[in-house]
Nanobody, 123 residues
């Protein structure tokens, strides 16, 4: 079983910065894509940023130029550096990863979500 654990959320004033971290654990053979999603109050969960195993990145238009996603493949971890935060960035941020994990005597594809970490930006 693969588990994702996020950390780094909190309360920050507008214009400030936060760095989110997410570590995957379990019997993992490989991780393909990792990413961050968020759900603001009263809204659907939306993509924030993703990164492939090769380092290719994709960002939501609303965070381009302010957020940076990175990963450490050796640590099965993904990070989100958030700068110039705005009140509209307030949300629960979720980590996501997919790949191949050990399953019995073989392996199988997995897609996992973290429990979420709260980010609150005050005006």
């Amino acid at each position: 079983q693969v588990e994702l654990v996020e950390s780094g959320g909190g309360l920050v004033q507008a214009g400030g910065s936060l760095r989110l971290s997410c570590a995957a654990s379990g019997s993992i053979f490989s991780i393909n894509n990792m990413g961050w999603y968020r759900r603001a109050p009263g809204k659907e969960r939306e993509l924030v940023a993703t990164i492939t195993s090769g380092g290719s990145t994709n960002y939501a238009d609303s965070v381009k130029g302010r957020f940076t996603i990175s990963r450490d493949n050796a640590k099965n971890s993904v990070y989100l550096q958030m700068n110039s935060l705005k009140p509209e960035d307030t949300a629960i941020y979720y980590c996501n990863a997919d790949g191949i994990a050990k399953y019995g005597l073989g392996s199988r594809y997995f897609a996992a979500w973290g429990q979420g970490t709260q980010v609150t930006v005050s005006s």
